[in-house]
């Protein structure tokens, strides 16, 4: 497959579109991070999109009769939101085939979950429409949680963090005791043309991301890191700086894979992960009333397990 590895079409804030495609004062959390990344994504994509909404906070931007999208939207149940990006397509491909709708005026479906239709209650459905090669794009925002019913812990939940259903103490005093799934490995064993993981602090590593995958025909996933400041307890104002310390502290990966292969578009400072886990109160049991240092020792060697292939250097973060 031929790869346009041209100069990136944004170099800086500036190239961004002013256009916006979505308009404000929607039901969503104020500084709500996916929602962020959402807007970003649609000045790349643009108005000609159809998006197909598994249940989720998400489904809370259209509640009839009002609708802050310029492009379509489709409400689906969560478990099948792929399955309806299929019927979509087709239907699209079989009108311009007829003549019906011109090829100028086709529409990009566009799947928008949250985490935990991606990892869990729709992932039967996604590796269905991988295996046929669906031609769509997929974007997961992962807020790490079950957030519209209540902030449950879903399958992307992080190790040593708190929800509603893994609450620390007693025996269990470092909350989730689960690993978070690895998504974007999942889809890769499928093979899709185009993956990658982008973060609302980075807009310009996000807009070239959408603007690369554009060339790609097939599934092209787009999982956003976040933040969620009613479910994770920070201050709205401080999505994006959430965000940006989720990538300098190497927790959240900013990453692509171009049929397969993988490789990372921002190298991250490695700051201690501690700054990250401070500043949200999710992770307050692990600083109060007693140090968790099991916990966050472990959080350090997964940070320095997934880096230290791609780096060589070790250990990337201090372990004391
Ligand atoms: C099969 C099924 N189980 C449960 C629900 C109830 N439900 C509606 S939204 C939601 C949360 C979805 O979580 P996620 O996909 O992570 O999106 P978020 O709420 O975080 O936006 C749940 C459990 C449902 N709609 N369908
Ligand atoms: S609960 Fe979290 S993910 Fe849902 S709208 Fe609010 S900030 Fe966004």
């Not at 509603?164 to 005093?173: A, I, M």
């Not at 005791?177 to 609302?200: C, G, N, S, V």
């Not at 190497?250 to 990372?264: F, R, T, V």
């Amino acid at each position: 497959m031929n790869v346009n590895m041209e100069k990136s079409a944004y170099e800086n804030f500036k190239d961004i579109s002013q256009d916006e495609h979505i308009a404000p004062g929607t039901a969503l959390c104020s500084g709500c991070g996916g929602l962020l990344a959402l807007r970003l994504a649609l000045k790349v994509l643009g108005e000609n999109v159809v998006i197909v909404n598994a249940a989720g906070c998400f489904t809370l931007l259209s509640v009839y009769p009002f609708n802050p999208f310029r492009s379509s939207w489709m409400y689906t149940a969560m478990a099948c939101a792929p399955a309806g990006a299929q019927g979509i397509r087709d239907a699209l491909d079989i009108l311009i085939k007829k003549g019906k709708v011109k090829k100028e005026d086709d529409l990009k479906v566009v799947v928008l979950t949250g985490d935990g239709t991606a990892n869990d209650i729709g992932l039967q459905a996604t590796s269905a429409v991988l295996q046929r090669n669906l031609d769509f794009y997929y974007l997961c925002y992962d807020n790490e949680a079950y957030s519209n019913t209540g902030f449950q812990m879903s399958s992307a939940t992080p190790f040593g963090s708190k929800t509603n259903t893994s609450v620390p103490g007693g025996v269990n005093p470092g909350g989730t005791a689960q690993k978070k799934k690895d998504l974007f490995e999942i889809w890769r064993a499928h093979k899709p043309p185009y993956m990658a993981t982008i973060a609302p602090s980075h807009p310009v590593d996000l807009s070239n991301k959408f603007k690369k995958a554009a060339q790609f025909k097939g599934p092209k996933l787009f999982i956003t890191f976040a933040p969620c400041p009613s479910g994770w307890s920070f201050d709205d104002s401080k999505s994006v700086e959430i965000s940006k310390l989720a990538v300098q502290t190497g927790i959240w990966p900013l990453k692509e894979a171009i049929c397969g292969e993988l490789s990372h578009t921002v190298i991250p400072k490695f700051k201690p992960v501690e700054t990250y886990l401070v500043a949200q109160e999710r992770y307050d049991h692990l600083f109060h009333p007693v140090k968790q240092v099991d916990v966050i020792r472990v959080i350090k060697e997964d940070i320095d397990h997934y880096w230290q292939p791609y780096l060589g250097v070790e250990p990337l973060q201090d372990q004391s």
